[in-house]
């Protein structure tokens, strides 16, 4: 466990998640712990603990506190299992699944986010991470299959791949809906050849992007 949590992040859980009904006491515990600020962009590192997502430079955020726990708590993990992580950003997440899961497998598109995660994470003393630069809607097929898959970024559709490198009895969670509105944070779960497929709250996320849009945004302001 990453120690060297600061309080705000006692705070932040208390008030931005255990009084809207996170309960999983792993999640608490891991969101308590790891330090938020660590994974923000220097210009605002101040207000990173708020109740909102924080700019990360490259037209992407850190997702809001809430959502994060909320995912998180989702995904029901116990200790063992393989996650798959579309969206790295920050890292922040990552670090999240990494205290909760055996091992976590991230992807993100644009290659300057990925490495100044990969580098926090390193520091953090994070070891059973492994990361890809590349397009998540593929998946990681080498990897395959998945306990969990987390898709941090908005979709009209469920991408293909990712569900079939779902493990028989695993978890994807990932927003559907148009990518200039809201989203549904939505669960399915795969069970043999079928899949089950619950529709969850509200959500507003970046969209998933094609690896040429992907370029477009990496041209923009860096972090
Ligand atoms: N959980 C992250 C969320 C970052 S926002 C955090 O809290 O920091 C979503 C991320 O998904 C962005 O970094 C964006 O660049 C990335 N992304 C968008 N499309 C992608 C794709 N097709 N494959 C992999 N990553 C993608």
């Given at each position: 466990m990453a120690g060297d949590g600061p309080r705000e992040a006692g705070r932040m859980v208390q008030r931005q998640l255990q009084s809207r009904g996170i309960t999983d006491r792993r999640v608490i515990a891991a969101m308590s712990q790891v330090p938020r600020h660590r994974f923000a962009a220097a210009a605002s590192r101040s207000g990173c603990y708020g109740d909102h997502p924080v700019a990360i430079g490259f037209r992407q955020t850190m997702s809001q506190p809430f959502m994060v726990g909320l995912m998180t708590e989702l995904l029901s993990l116990t200790g063992g299992e393989r996650v798959l992580e579309v969206g790295t950003g920050s890292g922040y997440q990552t670090a999240i699944l990494a205290e909760l899961a055996g091992h976590v497998w991230s992807i993100e598109i644009i290659p300057a986010l990925q490495d100044r995660a990969k580098r926090v994470l390193a520091d953090l003393g994070y070891a059973n991470i492994d990361f890809r630069t590349g397009d998540?809607?593929?998946?990681?097929r080498d990897e395959a299959p998945f306990d969990r898959i987390l898709v941090a970024a908005a979709s009209a559709a469920v991408p293909s791949p990712l569900v079939e490198q779902l493990a028989d009895g695993g978890v994807m969670l990932i927003p559907i809906g148009a990518e200039d509105g809201y989203q549904v944070m939505t669960t399915i779960r795969r069970c043999g050849g079928a899949t089950r497929t619950v529709r969850g709250v509200d959500c507003r996320f970046v969209p998933l992007r094609t690896p040429s849009a992907a370029a477009g945004a990496a041209g923009g302001e860096p972090g």
């Open positions: 998540g809607a593929l998946g990681w």
